[in-house]
């Protein structure tokens, strides 16, 4: 069974720091890239940053230059480290697999992109003032 399981969040000062984990279980051999995803409450669900297995990366520009991700492909782990937390990166955080580029493995053989996407069940984060 295809499972993403967040861990890390907690409540934290303004200027504190988390590091939440996206851990992917039961894939099978394919390829996909993982974003991660917050809400607040009564407001829309937001991109926060997104990483394929090359490690490239994108962040939104509310999190540029405090948040980093990581992706550890041995682990099929994921990472967002948060610093410099504010009240306004609070919110439930979670990630989702998506199909990312078809790539060949050393011995030659493609791995294609997986396919639909999956959510995890999110983790909370909750920063005061």
């Known amino acids: 069974q295809v499972q993403l399981l967040e861990s890390g969040g907690g409540s934290v000062q303004t200027g504190g720091s988390l590091r939440l984990s996206c851990a992917a279980s039961g894939f099978p051999r394919c390829s996909y890239d993982i974003s991660w995803y917050r809400q607040a409450p009564g407001r829309e669900r937001e991109f926060v940053s997104s990483?394929?297995?090359?490690?490239?990366?994108r962040y939104a520009d509310s999190v540029t230059g405090r948040f980093t991700i990581l992706r550890n492909n041995a682990k099929n782990t994921v990472y967002l480290e948060m610093t410099s937390l504010k009240p306004e990166d609070t919110g439930m955080y979670s990630c989702k697999a998506e199909p990312g580029r078809a790539y060949f493995t050393p011995d030659v053989k493609v791995i294609l992109p997986c396919p639909g996407d999956t959510w995890g069940q999110g983790t909370q984060v909750t920063v005061s003032a």
């Open positions: 990483i394929d297995r090359d490690g490239r990366s």
